[in-house]
């Protein structure tokens, strides 16, 4: 129990003494009434406590016998433990009528307030809209990871194309916003099987944002090649070569957006603990081999052969759920990473992704310090 | 001024003996309530912004972080009582080295105070049942310090209710290298022998006489009896070894030892391990040549996870972070993966009681009930179709 004001303030006088004030009794004295009871736990202090009620219970009637008093006693102790359980479950079930009444309120406000936000704050796929929100922003983060859901209801191909709808949708603020990597972390790894789809989904989406001076992409996934495309010259169009040449004679003006390029990485569960599991089977491997001691193994090592084969740590993760929770994401890889959210929110939408880098701008980095 | 009255008219009647009774019987309700619904086994603390508390409150920077001790013996006091079972705290990281050296030593001297109080008030940690564990760089605390940690971790390991962690020069990197190290080494160290029924030196000698008469042969019968790949993924560290393994290790007792020990990795390397490979995952029973080592294909995250500072404590349920940095900082980053409730909060630690916990564990007991009501429906619909 919290300490009252009395206690406490001599706990402190004596703490800031280096304990020296009082002896240990007196300290254990001050404390004896905060205590719970010894637990009842243990089988062998339980005769101890029997004895304690017994020798209790008979120097104040003696006449009763010891036997009886002894059940007695138990049979009180179960009704009042069965009472206070009673009781505890009653104010449980309170807490919890209350909490979820909260919970509704707290979901309906921040449901109107993310409308509010979302209305406010709006693309309207111009990257020039996008870049004058960000103007004014201490700082950007230059490598962006989001946590995005495969909605798996019923059919996969339903939830499929959703995703890489917002997958294009993230990469195109990405690339308004002027941030050049961005990870796209989907449980499942069900992206990771359709690179070129999404590869054109966001160079699609590109195009609708940008026009024809749009910024070069790559997406790739750990482990496999990369799919790029040069800058407004898509593979998908190979008549756009022109495009290509007139996006470089106007680069004067527009130097933010056409120099620019956006590099995609789609991760899954598989590149977070599994990656580090393969890592240690190698290892492993190479000092049977004893091609590397044990001792070898550095916290250096281990980040360069992460960042290596997946990907290096991003400086800001934005989770598009209701709450934080990481699901199997690489664990290595978030050290220091800003997590942002929106609580109960849903959904993936361009507020949630504004607000997120206003709060990276406004974050602090100590280190321990 | 009137502020100042008001909390001074607050403290008074808070320090008042029936207000006081009747807040510590609110406190011991709530507990009791809590424990009534679900329970996380395992909840982690960032104990982050003792510094900015004293700051603000114009106090020693040391006496905020003595605030802050003050404060996780209420939030151990208040999780022992709900039943957790495990609780890790961020006490010191290794990056807290860097930090102003006088800062630094009055933080080693506050944990050697405190714990030299735990070993004299063991009795206090007995009521609940709890041992305290240390973990992280040990060889990185002063030898003074690290002998009281030391003589705490004894004084209080026969109790094995619940689990104090507390992470004292740590970061989850290099706890993460450490195991992958451990694993490492685990799995580069020989096995002892053992013996079964089979007589290896029969089968041995039988091979060679058949390798005497055809070289060739010799890799069909290393391939063939070959165990199973679900045999590889066998977790279990001592199951029954399969006698295939012997042979095609001890077969090549005589070229491949100094193959090894030489670090050659030729064809004859090569054929160590996969000597190596087909041995299964197997510490104790192996056959008495020094090359045999387990298969690091059986490696899971069940290993490594064994090789962690946390091994053996229930996964993550609850990680919950003070002073409104929304980041991990290199805490728990193994462990918070999966399934853990991340909850950051705007108080500092020094701050922290059970007003800011309470909602913490009402929401994640109220998340846990519709996450099996979602689940139930989910089951439901897939029965319906």
Same mark, same amino acid.
């Given at each position: 129990?919290?300490?009252?004001?009395?206690?406490?303030?001599?706990?402190?006088?004596?703490?800031?003494?280096?304990?020296?004030?009082?002896?240990p009794?007196?300290r254990?004295?001050?404390?004896?009434?905060?205590?719970?009871?010894?637990?009842?736990?243990?089988?062998?202090?339980s005769p101890?406590v029997?004895?304690?009620?017994?020798?209790?219970?008979?120097s104040?009637?003696?006449?009763?016998?010891?036997s009886?008093?002894?059940q007695?006693?138990?049979?009180?102790?179960?009704?009042?433990?069965?009472?206070?359980?009673?009781?505890?479950?009653?104010?449980?079930?309170?807490?919890?009528?209350?909490?979820?009444?909260?919970?509704?309120?707290?979901?309906?406000?921040?449901?109107?307030?993310?409308?509010?936000?979302?209305?406010?704050?709006?693309?309207?796929?111009?990257?020039?809209?996008?870049?004058?929100?960000?103007?004014?922003?201490?700082?950007?983060?230059? !490598? #962006? *990871?989001?946590? +995005?859901?495969?909605?798996?209801? /019923? =059919?996969? @191909?339903?939830?499929?194309?959703?995703?890489?709808?917002?997958?294009?949708?993230?990469?195109?603020?990405?690339?308004?916003?002027?941030?050049?990597?961005?990870?796209?972390?989907e449980?499942?790894?069900?992206?990771?099987?359709?690179?070129p789809?999404?590869?054109?989904?966001?160079?699609?989406?590109?195009?609708?944002?940008?026009?024809?001076?749009?910024?070069?992409?790559?997406?790739?996934?750990?482990?496999?090649?990369?799919i790029?495309?040069?800058?407004?010259?898509?593979?998908?169009?190979?008549?756009?070569?022109?495009?290509g040449?007139?996006?470089?004679?106007?680069?004067?003006?527009?130097?933010?957006?056409?120099?620019f !390029? #956006? *590099?995609v990485? +789609?991760?899954?569960?598989?590149? /977070? =603990?599994? @990656?580090?599991?393969?890592?240690?089977?190698?290892?492993?491997?190479?000092?049977?081999?004893?091609?590397?001691k044990?001792d070898?193994i550095?916290?250096?090592?281990?980040?360069?052969?992460?960042?290596?084969s997946?990907?290096s740590?991003p400086?800001?993760?934005?989770l598009?759920?209701?709450?934080?929770?990481?699901?199997?994401?690489?664990?290595?890889?978030?050290r220091?990473t800003e997590?942002?959210?929106?609580?109960?929110?849903?959904?993936?939408?361009?507020?949630?992704?504004?607000?997120?880098?206003?709060?990276?701008?406004?974050?602090q980095?100590?280190?321990?310090? | 001024?009137?502020?100042l009255?008001?909390?001074?008219?607050?403290?008074?009647f808070?320090?008042?003996?029936?207000?006081?009774?009747?807040?510590?019987?609110?406190?011991?309700?709530?507990?009791?309530?809590?424990a009534?619904?679900?329970?996380?086994?395992?909840?982690a603390?960032?104990?982050?912004?003792?510094?900015?508390?004293?700051?603000?409150?114009?106090?020693e920077?040391?006496?905020g972080?003595?605030?802050?001790?003050?404060a996780?013996?209420?939030?151990?006091?208040?999780?022992y009582?709900?039943g957790?079972?495990?609780?890790?705290?961020?006490?010191?990281s290794?990056?807290?080295?860097?930090?102003?050296?006088?800062?630094?030593?009055?933080?080693m001297?506050?944990?050697?105070?405190?714990l030299?109080?735990?070993?004299?008030?063991?009795?206090?940690?007995?009521r609940?049942g709890?041992?305290?564990?240390?973990?992280?760089?040990?060889?990185?605390i002063?030898?003074?310090?690290?002998?009281?940690?030391?003589r705490a971790?004894?004084a209080?390991?026969?109790?094995?209710?619940?689990?104090?962690?507390?992470?004292?020069?740590y970061?989850?990197?290099?706890?993460?290298?450490?195991?992958?190290?451990?694993?490492?080494?685990?799995?580069?160290?020989t096995?002892?022998?053992?013996?079964?029924?089979?007589?290896?030196?029969r089968?041995?000698?039988?091979?060679?006489?058949?390798?005497?008469?055809?070289?060739?042969a010799l890799?069909?019968?290393?391939?063939?009896?070959s165990?199973?790949?679900?045999?590889?993924?066998e977790?279990?560290?001592?199951?029954?070894?399969?006698?295939?393994?012997?042979t095609?290790?001890?077969?090549?007792?005589?070229?491949?030892?100094?193959?090894?020990?030489s670090?050659?990795?030729?064809?004859?390397?090569?054929?160590?391990?996969?000597?190596g490979?087909?041995?299964?995952?197997?510490?104790g029973?192996?056959?008495?040549?020094?090359?045999?080592?387990?298969?690091?294909?059986?490696?899971?995250?069940e290993?490594?996870?064994?090789?962690?500072?946390?091994?053996?404590?229930?996964?993550?349920?609850?990680?919950?972070?003070?002073?409104?940095?929304?980041?991990?900082?290199?805490?728990?980053?193994?462990q918070?993966?999966?399934?853990?409730?991340?909850?950051?909060l705007?108080c500092?630690?020094?701050?922290f009681?059970?007003?800011h916990?309470?909602?913490?564990?009402?929401?994640?007991?109220?998340?846990q009930?519709?996450?099996?009501?979602d689940?139930?429906r989910?089951?439901?619909?897939?029965?319906?179709?």
């Open positions: 129990m919290a300490l009252n004001p009395r206690d406490l303030n001599k706990y402190r006088a004596d703490a800031r003494a280096g304990h020296k004030l009082m002896t009794e007196e254990l004295k001050l404390f004896q009434p905060y205590l719970p009871p010894p637990p009842p736990r243990s089988r062998s202090s101890r029997d004895e304690i009620t017994n020798a209790r219970s008979s104040s009637s003696s006449s009763a016998s010891a009886r008093t002894r007695d006693r138990k049979t009180r102790l179960g009704v009042r433990r069965f009472l206070l359980r009673q009781y505890h479950q009653l104010v449980f079930v309170i807490i919890h009528i209350f909490f979820s009444v909260y919970i509704r309120l707290r979901q309906a406000y921040h449901a109107v307030a993310n409308r509010f936000y979302s209305v406010y704050y709006y693309h309207h796929r111009t990257p020039e809209l996008i870049r004058r929100d960000v103007k004014g922003l201490r700082k950007l983060p230059k !490598h #962006l *990871s989001v946590i +995005l859901t495969l909605d798996d209801q /019923g =059919r996969r @191909s339903a939830g499929l194309e959703r995703l890489m709808n917002e997958v294009a949708d993230v990469a195109a603020w990405c690339a308004s916003a002027g941030i050049p990597e961005l990870s796209v972390y449980k499942t790894g069900f992206l990771k099987e359709f690179l789809e999404t590869h054109l989904a966001i160079s699609q989406q590109l195009r609708s944002y940008f026009g024809r001076d749009r910024p070069s992409l790559s997406v790739r996934a750990p482990h496999m090649p990369a790029e495309s040069a800058r407004s010259s898509s593979h998908l169009h190979g008549s756009a070569g022109g495009g040449i007139g996006s470089s004679s106007s680069s004067g003006d527009e130097d933010d957006s056409s120099g !390029h #956006l *590099s990485l +789609l991760i899954s569960a598989e590149d /977070g =603990r599994d @990656s580090m599991v393969d890592l240690t089977k190698t290892l492993a491997e190479m000092s049977q081999r004893k091609k590397l044990p070898d550095s916290m250096e090592l281990v980040d360069a052969e992460l960042t290596e997946i990907m740590e400086d800001l993760l934005i598009f759920g209701p709450h934080v929770e990481l699901s199997s994401y690489p664990p290595w890889q978030i220091l997590i942002f959210h929106v609580p109960d929110n849903q959904g993936v939408e361009y507020q949630v992704f504004y607000r997120g880098l206003r709060k990276y701008a406004q974050a980095m100590r280190k321990g310090r | 001024m009137s502020d009255y008001l909390s001074r008219i607050r403290n008074w808070l320090s008042s003996p029936p207000a006081e009774w009747a807040l510590n019987r609110l406190r011991s309700t709530l507990v009791g309530a809590l009534q619904g679900p329970i996380p086994g395992h909840v603390f960032e104990m982050d912004g003792n510094r900015r508390y004293a700051r603000s409150h114009k106090i920077t040391i006496e972080h003595s605030l802050g001790f003050e996780l013996a209420r939030v151990l006091e208040v999780c009582r709900c957790v079972k495990v609780v890790t705290v961020y006490a010191f290794l990056e807290n080295f860097h930090r102003p050296k006088y800062e630094v030593d009055g933080l001297q506050l944990a050697k105070v405190k030299e109080q735990i070993i004299q008030h063991g009795e206090l940690l007995d609940y709890a041992s305290v564990r240390v973990l992280g760089r040990l060889d990185l002063p030898p003074d310090v690290l002998e009281v940690v030391e971790m004894a209080t390991a026969h109790n094995t209710e619940c689990v104090l962690n507390i992470c004292f020069p970061t989850s990197r290099e706890e993460m290298t450490t195991a992958i190290r451990s694993t490492v080494e685990e799995y580069s160290t096995p002892r022998p053992h013996s079964t029924a089979f007589s290896q030196s089968i041995t000698q039988k091979l060679l006489s058949k390798q005497a008469v055809s070289p060739e890799e069909s019968i290393r391939e063939s009896p165990p199973p790949s679900s045999d590889e993924h977790l279990d560290q001592d199951h029954d070894h399969d006698d295939a393994v012997s095609a290790t001890t077969l090549h007792s005589s070229d491949s030892t100094t193959a090894l020990k670090g050659c990795d030729g064809k004859e390397a090569d054929e160590a391990a996969a000597a490979l087909e041995d299964s995952d197997d510490n029973k192996t056959a008495a040549s020094p090359r045999i080592y387990p298969n690091p294909e059986t490696i899971t995250p290993t490594i996870e064994r090789h962690m500072y946390t091994a053996g404590c229930p996964p993550l349920d609850i990680f919950v972070r003070t002073s409104g940095v929304e980041r991990l900082s290199d805490f728990m980053l193994w918070c993966h999966q399934g853990t409730h991340i909850f950051f705007k500092f630690w020094p701050e009681d059970l007003w916990f309470l909602p913490v564990l009402v929401e994640w007991q109220w998340r009930k519709q996450k099996a009501r689940s139930e989910a089951r439901r619909r897939l029965k319906q179709e």
